[in-house]
């Protein structure tokens, strides 16, 4: 069975965190979330403020492990959108 970039084996030891910027849009073990400054990190987790995405909730801190499953969430823009919306008709 082939398994998605992000996943890993129950068996196999996670070695390297994933890229995580400022910013950026990730799904954390499930829960929709946004990247807003890293608090604290070592070698096994990183502490992140984040912002809960599609609910009204409050920040918090929320602490990435190495074996967390961590999607990120992906723009996608059309071609020459900004043009688009300059030409008019």
């Not at 068996?11 to 990730?26: C, D, F, K, R, Y």
């Amino acid at each position: 069975m082939k398994l998605a970039m992000n996943r890993r084996p129950w068996n196999e030891q996670a070695t390297t965190m994933p890229h995580l910027e400022i910013g950026s849009q990730v799904f954390h073990n499930g829960v929709p979330l946004q990247l807003l400054y890293r608090i604290d990190h070592d070698e096994y987790h990183e502490t992140w403020r984040v912002r809960p995405l599609f609910v009204e909730a409050a920040d918090r801190d929320d602490r990435f492990h190495r074996s967390d499953v961590i999607s990120f969430l992906h723009t996608i823009r059309a071609p020459r959108w900004s043009c688009a919306a300059t030409n008019v008709w």
